[in-house]
């Protein structure tokens, strides 16, 4: 069960009503902030919870619906509808591990625009706009649900590993260690499995036979000459990483043919991200 990893959680299996579905996501909290989500990984894939990775990695429970009440589906019930049942919900339990996500009403495009510049300061994609008349969606809904995503942040970086891939990618080097700059050194700063079409996939995998220089097992360290502009979602300290820094959802944005590797970005430059847009 989820819950041996989370065993903070445990209340709500005794404390929501029978009949009860939500909708949610189970976030890094402390002090009435989010956390980065790098906080929520280092309790996901442990075996044993430690009294110190539940003090330093709290986490509770953001729910953004309700699909079922006293045993009865009201996903085709409008949002206004279901959301006040989920407040009621969550007004009634008074629990320190279930709260419900922010609802925001701005009276203008402006304003909606102006909170999703912010939504990064909160470790969010951006905004998920949905009509308050429209029943749950399942799947990729498309109309009255809309994820306004945050602009990615981006930083180019030189291709000096590569592995291959799997499934119908198992004969083509397409998983990608990306360094960056520091002084004459290159420092590997994170990977990257998409983004590239299948044509460039082909032509990156035969600049990776062509250009091999070592092999470690399945891991090629090939010829540091090719350059992609790598987009992310989030920035943070790491201390497993020897850049120092950990990426959210990295992808490769596109190839920077324009470009020598001696023009790929500094590990200066990614830590100045990291004071911008790390925060927390």
């Keep these: 069960m989820a819950t041996d990893k989370f065993p903070e959680l445990h209340i709500l299996q005794e404390q929501l009503p029978d009949g009860t579905v939500l909708d949610g996501e189970i976030l890094p909290y402390r002090e009435e902030q989010i956390l980065p989500f790098g906080v929520l990984q280092t309790r996901i894939g442990r075996k044993n919870v430690t009294k110190k990775a539940l003090t330093e990695a709290p986490v509770v429970v953001f729910a953004y619906d309700l699909l079922e009440w006293e045993g009865r589906d009201v996903r085709n019930q409008p949002l206004a509808e279901r ?22 009403s701005p009276t203008s495009w402006d304003e909606l625009a102006q909170a999703r510049q912010q939504a990064r300061e909160e470790f969010a994609e951006g905004l998920m706009l ?13 109309g009255p649900w809309w994820k306004w995503k945050m602009d990615p942040l981006t930083i180019d970086g030189v291709l000096v590993y590569a592995q291959r891939g799997h499934g119908r990618r198992a004969d083509l080097y397409t998983d990608y260690t990306f360094a960056v700059w520091k002084g004459e050194e290159l420092v590997p700063f994170t990977k990257a499995y998409s983004g590239l079409t299948d044509a460039e996939l082909v032509k990156v995998d035969q600049f990776v036979k062509r250009n091999t220089r070592e092999r470690f097992g399945p891991v090629r360290t090939v010829k540091a000459e090719l350059v992609m502009e790598i987009a992310f979602e989030g920035i943070q300290e790491s201390k497993r990483h020897k850049s120092g820094v950990a990426l959210r959802f990295p992808r490769i944005h596109r190839i920077r043919h324009d470009k020598q590797p001696q023009d790929a970005n500094t590990l200066e430059e990614l830590k100045g991200l990291l004071a911008v847009y790390g925060k927390g």
């Design 130 to 142: 949905k009509d308050r008349n429209a029943a749950y969606g399942v799947g990729r809904t498309r």
């Design 83 to 104: 959301r006040a049942l989920l407040e009621q919900l969550v007004g009634f339990l008074e629990t320190s591990v279930l709260f419900a996500s922010t609802v925001l």
